[in-house]
């Protein structure tokens, strides 16, 4: 059974309640209230998902109501929709600084005021659920850290003791191995979430040849026995501002996840160019590319899908790269191509020269 969305209406027109409230009672649970007073007395109880609140009321008028509403962290997820006869561009900027997130002018129109209630709960639903998957990831590497620190330092001190022992050692060497990968996942979620939350990027200058070729030494030591080629064709002179230490991650995770999905004897090949005041890196690879179907999704935490192919149980880790390259203004895609492979492409603004030094300086004084 689906379960009904609330819409909450406020205002003194009891004429005008009324025509609302049954409108809306077409598609949802709605409830009213009089004055701004009342409303708050209704909203635990009645926990709508949208409040339509007029501003001219007794008691309590309804820009008092909406900032009320929202100095309650428990209704922050209320959707409040402004509406009133003043038409005046100040009017709804004063709804908006309070708190509004719409306005709706009277007299209202039906299929207006509809339009707005159904986007206004679309937006409620995916504020929420964003919450649940940060409050999720929050968890999980809160509770799961000193546990896997323990199962990691107690397997490496078994391996130790039981090295006559091919068995037993094969054994503890899963254990280990699988500590691993959940504690790469945790680090992950915690990432992700301070990323979620607000980094301030620490800016300092780079060279990118430099930074990339750490990358790369990192990606032949997990290819292992691929024998897969690497071929790097970037400018030894191209440096830039970034945050260098959330940046090589970016570097890591998609030449790490063009190793994963390169064949044997396959090639990875980085590249970077200059287009105007933008430098622009690719990483380019001949595996299997990226599933059309899921394309739109390769950079979602938790489209964990196994026909992704190139991007199978790298869901954090291509959210964590797009977050950062997003935090330094800049752009990232992930695209197949022609010839059979994908290319994940980075476009990162550079810092103009003549601000190189002022970076520099605001970053050493940290």
């Excluded at 080629?229 to 830039?240: H, K, L, P, R, Y």
Aim: contains cysteine.
């Amino acid at each position: 059974m689906t379960v009904k969305s609330k819409v909450l209406v406020v205002d003194d027109d009891p004429l005008q309640r009324l025509f609302v409230q049954r409108l809306l009672e077409k598609r949802y649970i709605v409830e009213s209230a009089e004055d701004g007073e009342m409303a708050l007395a209704i909203l635990h109880r009645f926990r709508p998902n949208v409040v339509l609140l007029d501003i001219d009321m007794p008691k309590m008028d309804g820009l008092t109501t909406c900032a009320k509403i929202r100095d309650d962290p428990s209704l922050v997820f209320v959707k409040i929709i402004i509406v009133s006869g003043r038409a005046s561009l100040e009017d709804r900027i004063s709804g908006y600084d309070v708190g509004a997130d719409d306005y709706l002018p009277k007299p209202v129109d039906e299929g207006e005021l509809m339009a707005k209630v159904g986007i206004m709960m679309r937006l409620q639903n995916a504020e929420e659920i964003d919450q649940l998957k940060s409050t999720v990831l929050g968890l999980l590497s809160h509770e799961t850290g000193t546990p896997l620190n323990g199962i990691m330092l107690a397997s490496k001190l078994l391996m130790d003791k039981c090295s006559d022992n091919t068995e037993l050692l094969r054994l503890v060497d899963i254990v280990k191995q699988s500590a691993e990968r959940l504690g790469d996942f945790v680090d992950k979620a915690k990432l992700l979430c301070q990323l979620k939350v607000g980094v301030e990027p620490r800016l300092s200058e780079g060279v990118l040849a430099i930074q990339l070729q750490k990358a790369v030494e990192k990606g032949i030591a997990v290819s292992g026995n691929k024998n897969i080629s690497f071929i790097v064709d970037v400018a030894e002179e191209q440096v830039f501002s970034a945050d260098w230490q959330l940046m090589d991650k970016v570097f890591d995770i998609l030449i790490g996840n063009a190793v994963k999905f390169s064949p044997n004897e396959g090639e990875i090949r980085i590249q970077s160019s200059r287009k105007e005041d933008a430098c622009v890196i690719e990483i380019i690879d001949n595996g299997k590319g990226l599933d059309p179907e899921w394309v739109d999704n390769i950079f979602n935490e938790f489209a964990i899908q196994d026909i992704m192919k190139h991007q199978r149980g790298t869901g954090l880790s291509l959210a964590i790269a797009l977050r950062i390259v997003k935090l330094h203004g800049g752009t990232l895609q992930g695209v197949n191509r022609d010839e059979g492979g994908a290319v994940f492409t980075i476009v990162l603004p550079m810092q103009p020269a003549e601000n190189q030094d002022s970076v520099s300086d605001q970053t050493a004084q940290r």
